[in-house]
């Protein structure tokens, strides 16, 4: 794994020459983790958790946390382990306040400049999705969102889900590449032969790395590098 850096310009971007489809995730990748938006869903899950399963606060928030270590996606564990419905499930977690978020004129000229296809595949829903996309001022930059809903309320990392949304995509993977803050989320693209970018503050440890090509703690400046 190559961790970002200016004098590494010209390998990364040659790196990337084959690649005509980009594959953003959303939480914590198209926006920094510091505006902490992800905090306000993380407490709308624990109280869904709270008052669904009729559980106390503290068992609540540890099996929103146990699921989503277990299944990819606190929904994901509700589906499995209570026969949870989804719908109302991700209506309920993603009703919270986008006013955290600013335009980011600089990120987005950046996307914009990508060749081929942009594609936006996130754990949440794809309303959700698109109401995170106005709030960054991104528009109409990307040709395609993609949520949970679209992979069969399977959630990355699982293998199906990714097949369901590359599938529906078109996208061919070999010409690929994906940016994902959950290094898990970035196995099965890895196995299927696309560039993989693990965006968040601090890398992972190498012997944890092998399916990350490249880190970078600031997405603007790896895409300006491209």
């Known amino acids: 794994m190559r961790r970002f850096r200016p004098s590494w310009v010209f390998m990364v971007a040659e790196s990337f020459a084959h690649v005509r489809t980009w594959v953003f995730d959303l939480d914590n990748t198209l926006y920094p ?3 902490r938006l992800f905090d306000q ?19 609540a928030d540890r099996l929103r946390k146990l699921y989503w270590r277990e299944y990819g996606t606190t929904l994901a564990g509700l589906m499995a382990r209570h026969g949870v419905e989804p ?3 991700l ?21 914009a400049a990508l ?28 040709d395609a969102v993609y949520g949970i809903e679209n992979a069969g309320y399977h959630p990355k990392p699982r293998v199906e889900a990714f097949e369901a949304v590359f599938t529906a995509d078109r996208l061919d993977p070999g010409t690929a590449a994906m940016f994902e803050d959950d290094p ?19 890398p992972l440890p190498a ?13 603007r400046a790896f895409l300006a590098g491209l």
């Open 87 to 89: 719908e109302a499930f």
């Open 33 to 35: 983790p510091a505006t």
């Open 115 to 142: 060749p081929g296809r942009k594609i936006v595949y996130t754990n949440g829903s794809a309303p959700y999705a698109g109401q995170v996309i106005g709030a960054l001022g991104f528009g109409d930059l990307f």
């Open 184 to 202: 898990r989320n970035l196995r099965v693209p890895h196995s299927l032969g696309m560039r993989t970018v693990h965006v968040a503050p601090a």
């Open 41 to 59: 869903i993380d407490r709308r899950m624990t109280d869904y958790v709270q008052r669904v399963l009729g559980v106390d606060l503290a068992e």
């Open 91 to 111: 209506v309920e977690v993603h009703d919270i306040d986008f006013s955290v978020l600013a335009p980011d004129t600089g990120l987005g000229e950046r996307i």
């Open 207 to 219: 012997a944890e790395a092998a399916h990350i090509h490249h880190h970078t703690d600031d997405l």
